[in-house]
């Protein structure tokens, strides 16, 4: 599903990654753990098309990311992002968030999911008026609202209490049992282990 | 997108506010100060086209006010063949009563004929005739004008705010204080009659005189180029100070919603998605901005308009020519004050909400 050949990525001087190669099959949950600095995030956020990288390549479903002509399309089809912050538009209400990134728009369809992840009952507050854990859910509903074939997550739970935490990093356990390819960052080692496989990350290389 | 653009604005009020008056305020002053001259232009063309075919005025000379021809032309133009009429204007302004400044109009027996008598009758030597306006506000029997005293003898009106704000002398007491035969004469020619030919036959009366087609010296008149020209060099800087203005608060407006476009751009918008989302929200506060200024200004027009202390020489109208041309310059102003931050928005990099993370 993706395929990592040699990446290098430096800012300025300072090199962030330094030959990374690795293969994530479809439909597995993977973490990157490792300490602040260890290049989890850039190694995310290349991945992810986000960023492109000094060297090396990546191929997401058989495409070589930097040949793609649509890269806009491209992630809104194939790619759901959660951030440490939720990055929710706060005059947005929660189902005006998730309607903003669907594609169909289908409102029983944006309903479904909030009910799914406990938060239909919210659906017309803004962010301001709820809690952190809640969300951090609504993020993950606009995150996977088109159905994405790989869902990113950069430190998840980075804002979160530990039964928070626990309750996301369920949901997206469950998501990646539906075939959904799940690939986050985090530094948090007890949670990893729900996850299929663990990538540690050091100096910007594979432990 | 309408009615997120519309959350949007209402979310960032206090900016929308400032958007908002930057752009009414500056709308409102190329309204004015287009109307205001366009008005100036319009009231004294209207006067000088109301009579005659044939403008003849003092060669070489900068402004009508300072035009002094000799009327014992008059007979020798009547004998040209397909002239039907010639008459006398002197066109002047002096203290009148307590006014400091009133237009003062000497004219021939035939171009008085010309005004509307409201009340009394035309003034003979040694009589004045008052436009309504001015009659408004001075209601005597006697009036001086400079250091003379005439008598009223009527009052006459105008549609023009120039005519209604002024008065009128016979031409030769006029004459006696601008010192001056006549400011211009007025030629009526016959129909089908070969105004070229005409022309030229005026022409060679004297060597001192210009001849014109009444367009064709309304058109050239300098100092209506001058009054337009420095009206439109200040409509431009309004608009441009508009521009900076949007353009400045609209930058501001992007760095605080910065996550808002780089989550957008994670979202799968495009950079053309997120311009043309910040152009929307622009572009409505320019409607509201437009109309506004647009109901601003007929207020504004209409009350100088009304305003005695201007004796009606401020006649502003803010025709639909008008409207449109101030209506598309704005919104270039509004665009291109938008475009920049706008497309500042749409390159936002979407990494810098991970490093965020990471920093925390």
Known sequence: ?207 | MLYHALKALRANFTRTVLIFLSLSVSITAVFLITAIAHGIVDSYSTILKSDGDLIITQAKISDTFFSNVDTALIPKIKKIKGVQSVEAMIVGASPVEALPIVAVYGLSKGKMKSYKIVAGEYPKDGEVMLGKTIASRVQKRYISIGDKEYRVSGVYESDTGFESGGVILTLKDAGELFNKKSSMLFVNVAKNSDIDKIIQKIKSLSKSIDVKTTDSFVKNYNQFKIITTSADAISLIALLMGLISIASIMSVTILERKYEFGILRTLGFSRMAITLRILVETLIIWIVGFFTALGVSVGILWILKKAPQLQGYIDGVITLPLALEVAVASLLMTILGALIPAIKASGIDPVELINRGSRA
């Open chain 1, 1 to 207: 599903m993706i395929k990592a050949k040699n990446i290098i990525h430096h800012y300025g001087q300072d090199i962030a990654l330094d030959g990374v190669s690795l293969y994530i099959n479809r439909g597995e949950f993977v973490s990157l753990v490792g300490e602040s600095g260890s290049g989890k995030s850039t190694l995310l956020s290349i991945l992810s098309t986000l960023l492109k990288p000094s060297g090396g390549e990546v191929v997401i479903d058989g495409k070589k990311i930097d040949e793609i002509s649509n890269i806009d399309r491209f992630r809104k089809e194939y790619i759901g992002f959660v951030f440490q912050f939720h990055y929710l538009i706060p005059y947005l209400s929660i189902y005006e968030n998730v309607q903003l990134a669907s594609i169909s728009k289908n409102k029983d369809e944006i309903f479904l999911l909030l009910e799914r992840l406990g938060i239909a009952d919210i659906a017309n507050k803004s962010a301001d008026a709820i809690s952190g854990g809640q969300r951090q859910r609504a993020s993950i509903a606009r995150a996977v609202i088109n159905r994405p074939k790989i869902l990113f997550a950069d430190e998840p739970t980075g804002n979160l209490d530990m039964k928070n935490s626990q309750k996301v990093f369920e949901m997206l356990r469950e998501f990646g049992n539906e075939g959904m390819t799940i690939v986050t960052a985090t530094h948090d080692k007890e949670l990893a282990k729900i996850s299929d496989r663990v990538i540690s990350l050091k100096d910007g290389q594979i432990e």
